[in-house]
């Protein structure tokens, strides 16, 4: 995502409002193209040089903050690594000692005519068993600025060793390499990409976001549900307005609390609110609002009102759906496929009618003769939702429902009055065979959930 220096949104009245650019217009295109084509060309140099020549286009450029906005997309889709025959560390460590007695070296090395510094480093790079080249350049070869650009995309550098376990990637969602293969970074790719990023920087300050989708459902709460954003879903009809059930529901809306209301503006909470974003452009049909705390000079205080919708033309770099929605239930799946036991974890996507509001369980766990639960992981709910979804579960007597529950959060097995004996408390992970035995005792004959 941009950083908040780089945003570009416009305040009228109460409403705020991203600065998006023409995706078609030339100029726009031309400097995407041209900021593309200096990441390809600089595929295995030195960070250094890559910025560079990044900051001699923005020189040149009346933009400074679209290029520079642009520019930080491309280094998210990068990766650079220390790239050293030798560990950078070793060899100043050699090369110091050899030079304590004779000769200091202090600053970054060139090839001049010191014969005696010539002496120090070639007398090294024997020792290594390194050409003098590099050993001239590994000396500061993990200083950030000397850093490769290794990866580029779809793109390897020629230099890169891909079987390298300490290499890492800015993706968050998705397999890098599948995407890649189907998604080459264009200038169409850039741009479009921007605009979103635009959008996702106006909500790091949000207080309160209201989604409405009409259509891929269990993908949108997936992401809900991946980035712990507190949530409550409602049925409405296709005008957007709520009904009563589920059977009278063309679409969903989830209100979705931010940083501002909940932890005292906590930066970190409004990233995860932009970052879902991109799973909104995934349906056909979406439409968001969002209040947004304006903390700008005389106005600090102040919300704001931010709207968008699917005629905006945004496209997503999300996968469809997300197989797991936290690394808890990735693990606990993984531990399911070992254990010894007749029942299946399935990843459930039925909506769970509370009345008014709705419930997508995490998991169902189904036996063979046809017994069946529903499985619900409860790591990031504040005390106040919790105790309101606990009171709406027992309303709705959903008699198979079963949660585990984080011990981190600030509850106890008082909220749970009543349902207390089928929860499952865990701190880092879930056991799989507690699972079972919870879903041996309340499990009931399948049956559509209406």
């Given at each position: ?244 059930s589920t059977n ?42 969002a209040d947004i ?125 009543g349902m207390d ?30």
């Amino acid at each position: 995502m941009l950083t908040a220096d780089l945003a570009r949104s416009r305040t009228h009245d109460d409403n705020i409002s991203p600065l998006f650019i023409d995706v078609d217009e030339h100029r726009y295109q031309q400097t995407a193209a041209e900021l593309i084509e200096i990441f390809n060309e600089h595929l295995g140099d030195p960070k250094g040089e890559l910025e560079d020549t990044i900051d001699q286009l923005t020189v040149a450029d009346t933009d400074y903050k679209i290029v520079q906005g642009l520019a930080k997309l491309l280094r998210d889709e990068c990766e650079f690594e220390t790239v050293a025959p030798v560990e950078p560390q070793a060899i100043r460590q050699a090369l110091f000692e050899k030079a304590n007695d004779s000769y200091p070296i202090v600053r970054q090395p060139t090839l001049g005519d010191d014969t005696q510094q010539l002496e120090v480093y070639s007398s090294v790079a024997d020792q290594l068993g390194i050409t003098l080249e590099e050993c001239y350049r590994g000396m500061y070869a993990d200083l950030e600025e000397n850093k490769r650009l290794v990866r580029f995309g779809h793109r390897v550098s020629d230099e890169y060793d891909e079987t390298d376990d300490s290499s890492t990637t800015t993706r968050l969602t998705g397999n890098s390499d599948e995407s890649y293969a189907e998604d080459t970074i264009t200038t169409e790719w850039l741009l479009t990409r921007y605009n979103l990023a635009l959008a996702q920087a106006v909500l790091y300050d949000a207080t309160e976001m209201r989604v409405r989708v009409w259509d891929s459902f269990a993908t949108v709460f997936s992401y809900v549900k991946l980035f712990g954003l507190m949530h409550r879903i409602y049925p409405i009809d296709s005008t957007g307005a709520r009904v009563a059930s589920t059977n009278l529901a063309d679409g969903y809306e989830a209100i979705l609390d931010g940083a501002a209301s909940l932890f005292s503006k906590s930066r970190k909470y409004g990233i995860r609110m932009a970052n879902f974003l991109p799973a909104l452009p995934l349906c056909d049909r979406w439409e968001m609002e969002a209040d947004i705390l304006n903390d700008e000079g005389g106005s600090a205080g102040r919300t704001l009102s931010f709207e968008l919708d699917h005629t905006e033309d945004l496209s997503s770099h999300y996968a469809a759906q997300g197989e797991f929605d936290s690394d808890v239930e990735r693990t606990l799946a993984q531990k399911w496929e070992r254990a010894n036991t007749d029942w299946h974890l399935i990843r459930e996507d039925d909506v769970l009618d509370l009345g008014a509001e709705v419930m997508l369980p995490d998991f169902a766990i189904e036996h063979p003769d046809g017994r069946r639960a529903i499985f619900e992981v409860i790591g990031f709910w504040t005390p106040e939702y919790l105790d309101e979804k606990l009171t709406k579960i027992r309303e709705a007597n959903h008699d198979n429902l079963i949660m585990s529950v984080s011990e981190r959060l600030d509850c106890s097995s008082e909220d749970f009055k009543g349902m207390d004996d089928r929860v499952l408390w865990f701190k880092s992970g879930i056991h799989v065979y507690d699972v079972v035995e919870l879903a041996e005792e309340y499990a009931l004959d399948r049956s559509p959930i209406q």
